[in-house]
Every structure is written in C-alpha cells, then in structure tokens.
C-alpha cells in the first residue's frame, strides 16, 4: 500500500534527541516512515513501539527485534504499554494527519475527490462512521460539529440543509453529500468548505479531539525527566490543543500560581514552531498546513 514520504522527517525525529538505548513511542505509526527513522537512530538494546487503529496499516510492520507494533488508538497508550512491561519513556512523535493511504483510497470515504459510501472510519471495526453522523445526528449536533470542528459560519444553513435533504431519503455517498449542500458552495471556495465540511465529519465520526487531548494528558506520566515529546498537527484545533497544553498543562483556564505568582508546568517548550520548507510543500502539497512542536520533560 502506498503512504507517501512523511512530513517534517528529519525535524520531528531529530527533536526527540534520541538516545541509542532508549525506548520511544511513534502513536501515529501509519506507512513506518517515522519509525524506520528513530529505528535508524537507535542501537541494539534501543525499544521502539508503534500504535496505529488502521488495519491497512499492520501491513507495514517492520521486521525488527526493537520493534512491536500495537493495533489501538493512541488514546490508549499508557494502557498498551504497561502491557508490554513499559512505564515510562524516552520519546514520543505522533503525527496526527490523515495518511496519504486514507485520503488516496476512494472507498475510506475520507476525500472530496472521488465518490464513496459516508465512512471515514480511521478504525473500521468502529461502529461510528459518516453514514450514522450525517443521517442519524439531530440538526442541533450537525450545526456543532461544523461549527466547532469544520469552523463553518454556514453551520446553521448546513445542518438545516442536510436535516432536509435526508428526510426526503438517506444520504449515502459523498457526491449526494455534496449535492445536498450545493447551494453552499460557491466555485471559488467549493473545495475549501468541502474540505472544512469533511474534516469536521471526520472529527466526529473518530473522536479526534477527545483521544489528542487523552494523549496529551498521559504524556507527563511517560516520559522520563528530559524526555521529548514530538508533535505534527494539521489543523488549529490539534495545534491550539497542543500549545495550550505545552504552555500551561491543561486545555482550560490557567494552572494555579503559588503566592509569588509562580506555576509550575509539566512540560517545557523546545525552540520555536517549525513548519515545512517551501521545497518540501512542493514535493508534497499535503504537507503545508503542517506544524511541529517539541517540548521536554521537566
């Protein structure tokens, strides 16, 4: 199966500082290209585990004593680990993107390209998938998952539409999707609130902000002190997620300050937001919305 080159390789595996005999995590294993690299990096008594939901992705698996590939989300990270004997470790590099594979097979349902039943399960055994979201959700439920996941101001008129639309009979394929909401789709931006309207199915149907932010709360519990952390996002939500948690620890609010106004913090930041080269984006066009951030372990 094809998965192309991954974004901000160097970068991201450099900025887990590895150390040959450690044990690191790659959450987002997909096509390997992450793990082939911190493999590289590692010698013999070196451990790396890798966790990807997609069962197209066990295909990939790498013939390595260092490595063990686990079939859950990342969500449950800390959980699979101890299975495997692992508390705590050195790094870990998680790339939160839809795979190359994901987007260029028509049938997962995850691109505004081509004609495909609703799915866009990550996991296929879930029971959730674009079907469910777009005929069973109650209108108020549409109007929030495009508004807060798909940042849509035509939310309200979408989530109307559609309600409308399926009463009449169920929506089944993306292209009857995009029919439904036609109107909403004005030429010049078709495929940018396309996209905006299927990367907030997308969301919904696997529970994407709910399992970054249940990874992100673990990540001080794993890693050693001086540990890495190295993370891909892809869109705002991920990446507002991601900073607000490396500045303060938490998603909300601020972290309480002792009588002097000092807080203390679990992680610390590495350097400053790294984003892809105008050479790299040109050699793959999905990489341009990519953002890489790294802290450390305090």
Avoid at 134 to 150: H, M, P, S, T
Avoid at 164 to 177: M, V
Avoid at 196 to 204: D, H, P, Y
């Amino acid at each position: 199966m094809e998965y192309h080159n991954p974004v901000l390789l160097a970068e991201s595996v450099g900025g887990l500082n590895i150390k040959v005999d450690g044990v690191y995590v790659d959450a987002t294993f997909g096509g390997g290209g992450h793990s082939k690299e911190i493999l590289q990096r590692l010698g013999p008594n070196g451990r790396l585990y890798a966790f990807d939901q997609d069962k197209d992705a066990l295909s990939n698996t790498i013939d390595d004593n260092r490595f063990i590939l686990i079939h859950e989300n990342y969500r449950y990270m800390k959980r699979f680990l101890r299975f495997h004997g692992v508390k705590e470790v050195d790094g870990i590099l998680a790339d939160f993107g839809v795979s190359s594979h994901q987007f260029d097979v028509a049938d997962r349902g995850f691109s505004i390209r081509y004609d495909a039943k609703l799915d866009m399960r990550m996991n296929q055994d879930d029971e959730l998938s674009a079907y469910e979201v777009i005929n069973d959700y109650d209108e108020k439920d549409l109007r929030r998952i495009f508004y807060a996941y798909g940042e849509l101001r035509s939310a309200p008129a979408l989530a109307r539409t559609i309600f409308e639309k399926r009463s009449e009979q169920p929506i089944k394929t993306s292209e009857e999707l995009k029919t439904a909401i036609k109107r909403y789709l004005p030429a010049r931006k078709e495929n940018k609130i396309l996209a905006q309207v299927f990367q907030a199915i997308r969301i919904e149907v696997n529970q994407e902000m709910d399992a970054l932010m249940e990874f992100l709360t673990q990540i001080p519990e794993l890693l050693v002190k001086g540990g890495r952390l190295s993370v891909i996002s892809y869109h705002s939500l991920e990446d507002r997620l991601v900073k607000r948690f490396i500045k303060n620890g938490m998603f909300e609010g601020e972290p309480e300050r002792d009588v002097f106004g000092n807080y203390e913090v679990p992680l610390k930041k590495v350097g400053g937001l790294i984003i892809p080269s105008a050479s790299e984006i040109k050699q793959n066009s999905r990489a341009r919305s990519a953002k890489l951030r790294i802290a450390e372990k305090l």
